[in-house]
């Protein structure tokens, strides 16, 4: 059965730095998504993107965030600079159908560290 | 996004049958019913989602109440590897799911 794969499955950067976690999502799909979760807390929604732009993005997707489908098979995540309060899992997903008419397919996530 | 009330945490014994509720009192004629969980370690996985009727897949099945102001999650024969976060969630005719906090399901072997 076909899998969203996300890399590097840990990422530790220092505080101030650029990071960018990849995300190849399932091949049909068309809609895709940013997903994070501190430890111990519930998963909280970044972003959505469609048609090669953000359908919708949540209040911790501020400026230091972008996302960036590069080629028909990456969906990239930029953290511009890295804060502490950014150390959580980051899960990518994608669906093929739009209003959630179709399952979400997650990724096991990268774990970012923030030192 | 419509709010949803379940368990914090639930056991059941291995190979019994689970029944996991959820209350959603809110909720709208256009909301959709959207089960998932989330393994140790992974990222969430899709369960199953129903409207009105009841739903079976090979995972599970998914009981809506008449009035569509709760429903149940229902493991037929719960195994270790069913011990995971399961989370409810309504999802009328927005793009994204919203995950609440979910009910915590430990298996006893």
């Known amino acids: 059965e076909p899998e969203v794969t996300q890399t590097p499955s840990h990422q530790v950067t220092q505080m101030g730095q650029e990071v960018i976690l990849r995300c190849v999502p399932i091949?049909?799909?068309?809609?895709f998504y940013w997903y994070r979760q501190i430890l111990g807390q519930k998963v909280e929604f970044l972003v959505s993107?469609?048609?090669?732009?953000?359908?919708?993005k949540s209040e911790i997707f501020d400026d230091q965030f972008s996302v960036e489908r590069p080629d028909g098979s990456n969906f990239t995540l930029k953290i511009r600079s890295t804060k502490l309060e950014d150390s959580a899992m980051y899960f990518c997903?994608?669906?093929?159908?739009?209003?959630?008419?179709?399952?979400?397919?997650f990724g096991n996530g990268t774990r970012l560290t923030v030192t | 996004d419509a709010k949803t009330t379940q368990p914090n945490s639930m056991e059941s014994n291995e190979e019994e049958p689970v029944h996991l509720p959820c209350n959603h009192s809110?909720?709208?004629?256009?909301?959709?019913i959207h089960w998932y969980r989330q393994l140790p370690s992974q990222g969430p996985e899709y369960v199953i989602h129903?409207?009105?009727s009841n739903v079976n897949n090979r995972m599970a099945s998914l009981a809506i109440a008449e009035d569509r102001k709760s429903s149940t999650l229902i493991l037929h024969r719960a195994t270790l590897r069913d011990a995971a976060v399961y989370y409810c969630?309504?999802?009328?005719?927005?793009?994204?799911?919203?995950f609440g906090t979910g009910t915590r399901l430990t298996v006893i072997p």
């Open positions: 809110t909720i709208s004629g256009t909301d959709y």
């Open positions: 969630i309504l999802g009328g005719g927005a793009n994204n799911l919203f």
């Open positions: 129903g409207l009105t």
């Open positions: 997903a994608s669906t093929r159908l739009g209003r959630l008419q179709s399952p979400l397919h």
């Open positions: 091949s049909n799909h068309l809609y």
């Open positions: 993107f469609y048609n090669n732009e953000i359908s919708e």
